[in-house]
Structures are given as C-alpha cells and as structure tokens.
C-alpha cells in the first residue's frame, strides 16, 4: 500500500509564507508525476502544482504562478511546496497526490494523502 502523507499546514497572515512537504512510504511504485492540489469549503478541488518525477518538469495553475514553487527529491522520495505572498483565497485543505502514468496535467492522481489545512488571514 502506498502511503502519502502531508506536514508544513498552518495559519499564516496575507503576504506571509508556508513550506509544505509530502513523504511517500510504503509499496514502491513507478511514479510519473506527483502534485499538489487544494479544496476550498464549497469548492471542488482544483490542481495547485505537479511535477513530472524524472525530468522534473512543473505545471502550476494560474493562480500561483510566481508565488508557489514545487520540488522533488527523488532520492528521499519527497516532495514540497513552497508558499510565498500569500493570499486568503489560498485557504484550502493541500493534498499531495501521486500518479503511476500519464497524464501530468489532471485532478485524476491515484494516491492520495490525507490533506494539511492552510490558512490565511487577511
């Protein structure tokens, strides 16, 4: 079994930053990519960054480009994402996700953590 787990959620005031981190533990598995994504209260969850594992390619949505930053270290089987400039619509619960195949752009990933909060106040 694959497991995924979060750490780095917290409350940060608007402007501030956030380091989120993902460790994968468990059942080794053929990783194409991994991912952050995000679900705000009433939202669907929406994909925030990902990063194709061995060429370390990035996709990141529209509304944090040039604020958020994901990296991988293949040799830990980690992964993190930092937060900087920081806004209250960035209030979500942060999942790190992982996926065995193609695509890399896609909220359908196959492993799932169990979420970190973060929270920003204005």
């Known amino acids: 079994q694959v497991q995924l787990v979060e750490s780095g959620g917290g409350l940060v005031q608007a402007g501030g930053s956030l380091r989120l981190s993902c460790a994968a533990s468990?059942?080794?598995?053929?990783?194409?990519?991994m991912g952050w994504f995000r679900q705000a209260p009433g939202k669907e969850r929406e994909l925030v960054a990902v990063?194709?594992?061995?060429?370390?390619?990035?996709y990141y949505a529209d509304s944090v480009k040039g604020r958020f930053a994901i990296f991988r270290d293949n040799a830990q089987s980690t992964m993190s994402l930092q937060m900087n400039s920081l806004k209250p619509e960035d209030t979500a619960v942060y999942y790190c996700?992982?996926?065995?195949?193609?695509?890399?752009?896609?909220?359908?990933?196959?492993?799932w953590g169990q979420g970190t909060q973060v929270t920003v106040s204005s």
């Open positions: 990063i194709h594992w061995s060429t370390g390619i990035t």
């Open positions: 996700a992982a996926v065995t195949r193609p695509p890399l752009v896609t909220t359908r990933y196959e492993y």
């Open positions: 468990g059942r080794t598995f053929s990783r194409h990519a």
